[in-house]
């Protein structure tokens, strides 16, 4: 059997070098997966539901008579569920809806001046859709990340679309947290039919929720068009970056690093550490734990992407971590919250031995679809705030007006509106006229 043995001194390496070692695997997104999914979605804008059930039966080779799943059907997927996995989801589900709701913003109601009332409130976006892979297996947990924030938020409508079949454990959790409509459609074309609509499949205002190659080159295409849906990110494989020092825990660091490369043979992890004595003996962890592991092959690919890197000392550490910008952060260090002061860009961060990533990929609280790829230098974890939207109201009196008229215009004849000066002047005249 192969094995993972992959240890580099940052500081033996010159600046392109450890640049190199910092970059992500190439994401594939090829000229014919964007021509194919192109004319998929122009296929379904024209044919509807006749293209779906086509596209159905090349790639998931399932004949389909209605794509909506009966009431009845989701009502008795609970049958299926065992009860420990029940227990397991209900504690999710309050865990998730108890982080979320603190998230609950108040609205802005302010004067900035006499008479001149500015307030800020937040709408529920009015109905959205949700795409649960299938893949290796069924993702129900992404259906509680997504669906508890829509609830809280308000969202009128949640769809639902995911490859048929769809398992219980998703049709279950799908009922529990209150999904409105669910159908067994999946890839570009599941997409392309939350985006524009079919005959008896509503049109959503925003997409959220992760898929392969084609699912992702089908969210971005259908965001670009004029009467297209928002979607929540694109994101990348998975990602894990652990900081460490000389008091952690090998064991554990090497069930983070391999819990993480689970994912997808496409998925990167990295421990940066200035212990050479624990680097070492992760090393040997992760050796001696993959031989228990069934999706080995797989994990040693994705370990392929990855390295244990030694630094001189923490504060290298840290540059490093801030540069690379990791969607999963793991600080298992002596003083993890005198690291986190430090850090600047993380998508979501574990601190201290007994906070495994994994707690957040499933019942913490936190919600785990997260910005990969270094975006969480400008973007954030998916939040309630993805499932409303801002709007601005302001009001002013008479009084209010009028004191603020003469900035008014001339702001406006600085910049040679001539129509936005009209606007407050007729205003202004009718008020010295008839007060």
């Known amino acids: 059997m192969k094995y993972f043995n992959t240890i580099v001194d940052w500081n033996m390496l010159n600046s392109n070098e450890q640049k190199n070692i910092l970059l992500r695997p190439i994401i594939k997104s090829n000229s014919f997966i964007k021509k194919k999914v192109k004319e998929i979605i122009k296929n379904i804008q024209i044919s509807g539901e006749k293209a ?10 399932c004949h389909i008579n209605e794509f909506e799943v009966p009431k009845e059907k989701i009502l008795s997927s609970s049958l299926y569920v065992n009860q420990s996995l029940k227990n397991a989801i209900s504690i999710a589900k309050k865990n998730i809806t108890s982080f979320h709701k603190a998230q609950i913003l108040p609205p802005v109601d302010i004067e900035t001046q006499v008479g001149v009332r500015c307030q800020q409130i937040y709408l529920p976006l009015s109905s959205i859709g949700i795409y649960i892979p299938s893949g290796i297996a069924p993702l129900f947990s992404t259906v509680l990340m997504l669906s508890i924030p829509a609830k809280i938020a308000g969202c009128k409508e949640i769809i639902l679309c ?3 079949p769809i398992s219980n454990t998703i049709l279950y959790a799908a009922n529990i947290c209150g999904v409105d409509k669910i159908f067994q459609i999946g890839g570009a074309q599941a997409i392309a039919a939350l985006a524009f609509g079919t005959k008896n499949i509503p049109k959503v205002d ?13 969210k971005l295409q259908v965001s670009s068009f004029f009467n297209g849906p928002q979607i929540d990110m694109l994101a990348g494989p998975s990602e894990l970056l652990i ?20 994912h997808s043979v496409s998925s990167q992890v990295i421990l940066l550490t200035p212990s050479i004595e624990l680097a070492k003996k992760v090393v040997i962890s992760i050796n001696n734990q993959l031989k ?6 797989d994990i040693l690919t994705a370990l392929n992407n990855s390295v244990i890197i030694l630094t001189k000392d923490l504060s290298e550490c840290i540059k490093i971590s801030n540069t690379y910008a990791p969607e999963h952060l793991i600080i298992q260090t002596k003083e993890p919250r005198l690291i986190l002061k430090e850090i600047s860009n993380a998508s979501s961060i574990f601190l201290g031995p ?3 990533e994994s707690a957040g990929d499933y019942a913490s609280g936190t919600n785990h679809v997260l910005p990969t790829y270094g975006k969480s230098v400008s973007s954030s974890a998916l939040g309630l705030c993805d499932f409303k939207k801002r709007v ?10 009028m004191d603020l008229s003469n900035t008014l215009e001339t702001l406006s004849e600085a910049e040679k509106l001539e129509a936005h000066k009209n606007a407050v002047k ?4 009718f008020l010295k006229e008839n007060i």
Request: charged content about 25%.
């Open 354 to 356: 007994w906070s495994p």
């Open 206 to 218: 925003k997409i959220f929720g992760p898929g392969n190659a084609y699912v992702t080159e089908a």
């Open 162 to 164: 995911s490859p048929p």
């Open 292 to 297: 228990n592991l069934s999706k080995s092959d």
């Open 392 to 401: 601005l109201i302001q009001e002013l009196t008479s009084q209010g007006f």
């Open 426 to 429: 007729i205003r202004v005249d």
């Open 52 to 61: 779906l059930r086509e596209y159905t039966i090349l790639f998931e080779k």
């Open 243 to 262: 900081i460490s020092d000389e008091t952690s825990n090998a064991d554990f660091i090497a069930s983070d690093l391999l819990s993480q490369a689970e």
